[in-house]
């Protein structure tokens, strides 16, 4: 039998991704955001705590016994190696907790999973762990703009968030399909209801190969 379908969801910061992975779940994907898990991992008690203790020392994990994301940050900037370090703990646990949803996922019935990953094409290892890639994708004005909206960020500090990421052409060239979400809900609705019954046919037709 055909592996089950497992879909890469991706795009900049402010694309719209989570808006479209919550179109997808409410039509019946196992949706797994491997943003979510790594918070998770980096909670309180997380399963990632004791590794980041002993490689970064207390001073990066706060009171509460989470990780300090403003204390890590700073750090990462300060010092080139840290960014590769927090990496190596944090990357494997993820992909072994999102491999495990996306079984469960698909085991409970769902036809096919949905793996939403912000920076998967920079992790340049996912495109063999999924079967297609979905860019969310959108100008950059139109980024820049729900940034600053949504979480009160500069332009500046903004534009030196998307700098980090993959360019917009670089999402694009690895993309198996791509969502246009420059309009409204109703458009980006529309986008993910066409995939949703392409994804259903591929995964119908993996089980049929069985």
Avoid: W
């Avoid at 900037?77 to 996306?102: G, Q």
């Avoid at 999973?113 to 890639?133: D, F, H, N, Q």
Wanted: charged share 25%.
């Amino acid at each position: 039998m055909t592996d089950p379908l497992v879909v890469g969801l991706t795009g900049g910061i402010g694309s719209g991704k989570s808006a479209a992975a919550a179109m997808f779940a409410e039509l019946g994907a196992a949706v797994i955001d491997a943003d979510a898990i790594a918070h998770e991992l980096t909670a309180p008690a997380g399963q990632a705590i004791a590794a980041i203790r002993q490689g970064f020392g207390d001073e990066l994990i706060g009171a509460d016994g989470a990780l300090d994301r403003n204390a890590m940050r700073r750090l990462v900037f300060a010092d080139t190696t840290a960014k590769a370090r927090l990496e190596a703990i944090l990357h494997p646990l993820i992909r072994a907790e999102s491999e495990r949803r996306c079984a469960a996922g698909l085991a409970a019935g769902a036809p096919y999973a949905v793996l939403v990953v912000p920076l998967l094409v920079e992790s340049k290892t996912y495109r063999s762990r999924v079967g297609r890639i979905v860019v969310v994708d959108c100008a950059e004005e139109t980024q820049i703009l729900r940034v600053m909206a949504r979480s009160g960020l500069t332009r500046a500090e903004t534009k030196r968030i998307m700098a980090t990421q993959a360019t917009r052409a670089e999402r694009l060239a690895v993309a198996d399909n791509v969502i246009a979400n420059d309009g409204d809900m109703a458009a980006l609705h529309a986008q993910v209801e066409v995939l949703h019954r392409l994804y259903l046919e591929r995964s119908d037709k993996s089980c049929q190969n069985g």
